[in-house]
């Protein structure tokens, strides 16, 4: 069975609109896009990936190489928090150099260059020092299913090339709420890279997509990393991919409609991956489901990452298979209160100065890396148009006070009110909550929770009402800990709770 639409898409090109060929083919779709709105250029907003946009059909391309480099030792230990973590950051790898394209429904282009920066996975495990907090976060255990809200694909046109129908704006969201009428799409979540005609690449901790279709099976085409598979609901086996080839999720299914939901557990650090294909078997890709109405952006270190939050205890050191972004406090918060999450985290990263004691500590800080849709690509620039939250969580800080080379406190309170200030600039209209932890202890997290009180209140004497501050409590040893002393299930769930609490307080969820 074979047939051939042409989905024309809303939302992305101020101009244009932007076409999308799906082609499929025993149930394979492919995405096939062609020109689009491109804006490639340094010194002005380029249009970069899309998030809660949707892609007609499915998707492919190649992936840029992960970072890798050396990783750095640990510096003084907080008062009780026990030895720490190397972390510390090392040499990245080049990003890869996509060319401008056509962007999907909600998304947008991202122009080519290769990268001149980036930084390494976090070490092993050291004496002395805290680890490196940062990376990326995920949804925990628990927590009601959102439920929909507005959107979902617009209705469909006719379906000769040419003359299709206007797509509706997809946002991206987890299962849930009505169902979708319209255009079958595969709806992206996070900010992506749509610029090859192959497939959306992206690299931010928990980017992915869900997919609802009709039939008895389904598999995926990625170009590496690991994911964490919902089918139905259920978290099934972490995927990992080792090539190109097309992998099985689930054969054998009851015949009906399905969603499935894949979701990047690693971080950034560990290189761009790409969404190459779905194969439904003898089945079809079915129009998404209505979006989350509420949306929620959280911007860490490697503590927001999941940093080790499934390893065994503290004596580990980093490894992707221990870092689960699904089962971080933010995306366990999301889960609960029914939002669309992006993380924008990175492990050993601060506010001002990164992980470490070296000369280079304090270049490259997470805000060097905030306005990028594929970090390690300087070219790679997000339009925040795309995605505008309802509210901004920072929990930075961490970094910058971890070692023996602390930042003074008039450099950290002008970096962080700087960070505050272009956070406002591009979310115009969020509640921006600032916190920390929950690694730090004693001085250091009086410390630095002394500086944010301060830049949050001299913001909100300067006029801005929509920012304000909560606090996280430091991790308990007896709920166990992760590599490096990082938090644990059990402490990133409670930490959920806290979050929770904080948004319904400030946002009325």
Same mark, same amino acid.
């Given at each position: 069975?074979?047939?051939?639409?042409?989905?024309?898409?809303?939302?992305?090109?101020?101009?244009?609109?932007?076409?999308?060929?799906?082609?499929?083919?025993?149930?394979?779709?492919?995405?096939?896009?062609?020109?689009?709105?491109?804006?490639?250029?340094?010194?002005?907003?380029?249009?970069?990936?899309?998030?809660?946009?949707?892609?007609?059909?499915?998707?492919?391309?190649?992936?840029?190489?992960?970072?890798?480099?050396?990783?750095?030792?640990?510096?003084?230990?907080?008062?009780?928090?026990?030895?720490?973590?190397?972390?510390?950051?090392?040499? #990245?790898?080049? %990003? /890869?150099?996509? =060319? !401008? *394209?056509?962007?999907? $429904?909600?998304? +947008?282009?991202? @122009? &080519?260059?290769?990268?001149?920066?980036?930084?390494?996975?976090?070490?092993?495990?050291?004496?002395?020092?805290?680890?490196?907090? #940062?990376?990326? %976060? /995920?949804?925990? =255990? !628990? *927590?009601?299913?959102? $439920?929909?809200? +507005?959107?979902? @694909? &617009?209705?469909?046109?006719?379906?000769?090339?040419?003359?299709?129908?206007?797509?509706?704006?997809?946002?991206?969201?987890?299962? #849930?709420?009505?169902? /979708?009428?319209? =255009?079958?799409?595969?709806?992206?979540?996070?900010?992506?890279?749509?610029?090859?005609?192959?497939?959306?690449?992206?690299?931010?901790?928990?980017?992915?997509?869900?997919?609802?279709?009709?039939?008895?099976?389904?598999?995926?085409?990625?170009?590496?990393?690991?994911?964490?598979?919902?089918?139905?609901?259920?978290?099934?086996?972490?995927?990992?991919?080792?090539?190109?080839?097309?992998?099985?999720?689930?054969?054998?299914?009851?015949?009906?409609?399905?969603?499935?939901?894949?979701?990047?557990?690693?971080?950034?650090?560990?290189?761009?991956?790409?969404?190459?294909?779905?194969?439904?078997?003898?089945?079809?890709?079915?129009?998404?489901?209505?979006?989350?109405?509420?949306?929620?952006?959280?911007?860490?270190?490697?503590?927001?990452?999941?940093?080790?939050?499934?390893?065994?205890?503290?004596?580990?050191?980093?490894?992707?298979?221990?870092?689960?972004?699904?089962?971080?406090?933010?995306?366990?918060?999301?889960?609960?209160?029914?939002?669309?999450?992006?993380?924008?985290?990175?492990?050993?990263?601060?506010?001002?100065?990164?992980?470490?004691?070296?000369?280079?500590?304090?270049?490259?800080?997470?805000?060097?890396?905030?306005?990028?849709?594929?970090?390690?690509?300087?070219?790679?620039?997000?339009?925040?148009?795309?995605?505008?939250?309802?509210?901004?969580?920072?929990?930075?800080?961490?970094?910058?006070?971890?070692?023996?080379?602390?930042?003074?406190?008039?450099?950290?309170?002008?970096?962080?009110?700087?960070?505050?200030?272009?956070?406002?600039?591009?979310?115009?209209?969020?509640?921006?909550?600032?916190?920390?932890?929950?690694?730090?202890?004693?001085?250091?997290?009086?410390?630095?929770?002394?500086?944010?009180?301060?830049?949050?209140?001299?913001?909100?004497?300067?006029?801005?009402?929509?920012?304000?501050?909560?606090?996280?409590?430091?991790?308990?040893?007896?709920?166990?800990?992760?590599?490096?002393?990082?938090?644990?299930?059990?402490?990133?769930?409670?930490?959920?709770?806290?979050?929770?609490?904080?948004?319904?307080?400030?946002?009325?969820?």
């Amino acid at each position: 069975m074979r047939s051939l639409f042409v989905a024309k898409l809303a939302g992305s090109c101020p101009k244009k609109a932007v076409t999308v060929k799906a082609v499929w083919a025993i149930g394979l779709a492919w995405l096939m896009a062609g020109p689009g709105c491109s804006d490639s250029s340094d010194d002005g907003p380029s249009r970069a990936g899309d998030t809660g946009g949707a892609v007609s059909g499915s998707t492919g391309g190649s992936a840029a190489a992960p970072s890798g480099g050396a990783t750095s030792t640990g510096g003084h230990s907080s008062g009780g928090a026990g030895p720490g973590a190397t972390g510390g950051t090392g040499p #990245g790898a080049t %990003g /890869g150099s996509p =060319t !401008g *394209g056509v962007g999907t $429904s909600g998304g +947008s282009e991202d @122009a &080519g260059g290769a990268a001149t920066e980036g930084t390494g996975p976090a070490g092993g495990a050291t004496t002395g020092g805290r680890a490196p907090t #940062g990376g990326r %976060g /995920g949804a925990g =255990t !628990g *927590g009601a299913r959102p $439920s929909g809200g +507005s959107g979902g @694909a &617009g209705t469909g046109g006719a379906t000769s090339e040419g003359s299709g129908g206007s797509s509706g704006l997809a946002g991206a969201a987890p299962t #849930g709420g009505t169902t /979708g009428t319209g =255009t079958p799409e595969v709806r992206l979540i996070g900010r992506m890279d749509t610029s090859d005609a192959a497939g959306p690449k992206f690299a931010w901790s928990g980017s992915g997509m869900i997919a609802r279709f009709s039939g008895t099976s389904v598999g995926v085409k990625l170009s590496g990393g690991q994911y964490t598979v919902v089918l139905d609901g259920a978290v099934k086996d972490t995927l990992k991919p080792t090539s190109n080839a097309t992998t099985s999720i689930a054969q054998g299914l009851t015949a009906g409609e399905h969603t499935i939901e894949l979701y990047r557990r690693t971080e950034a650090n560990q290189g761009v991956t790409q969404l190459l294909g779905l194969d439904f078997g003898d089945g079809q890709l079915l129009a998404p489901a209505a979006a989350a109405t509420r949306r929620l952006e959280v911007i860490g270190d490697s503590i927001t990452c999941g940093y080790g939050n499934e390893g065994p205890d503290e004596n580990c050191g980093f490894s992707a298979d221990t870092e689960n972004h699904y089962l971080t406090y933010e995306a366990i918060a999301a889960r609960n209160l029914g939002a669309e999450l992006v993380t924008i985290a990175w492990s050993g990263k601060g506010v001002v100065c990164n992980y470490g004691d070296d000369a280079n500590s304090c270049t490259n800080p997470l805000p060097t890396y905030y306005d990028r849709t594929l970090p390690e690509l300087v070219s790679s620039q997000w339009d925040f148009a795309k995605f505008q939250p309802d509210a901004v969580v920072i929990n930075l800080g961490t970094n910058d006070l971890s070692t023996d080379q602390d930042p003074t406190q008039q450099e950290f309170e002008s970096g962080y009110k700087a960070f505050l200030q272009h956070i406002r600039e591009k979310n115009p209209n969020a509640y921006i909550l600032c916190t920390n932890g929950p690694m730090l202890t004693g001085t250091d997290l009086d410390t630095v929770r002394g500086y944010i009180d301060d830049v949050v209140q001299e913001l909100k004497t300067e006029g801005d009402t929509q920012v304000g501050s909560f606090e996280f409590e430091p991790q308990d040893p007896g709920d166990g800990l992760g590599c490096d002393w990082h938090p644990s299930i059990k402490t990133h769930q409670k930490m959920a709770t806290v979050l929770e609490t904080a948004l319904k307080s400030a946002l009325g969820w």
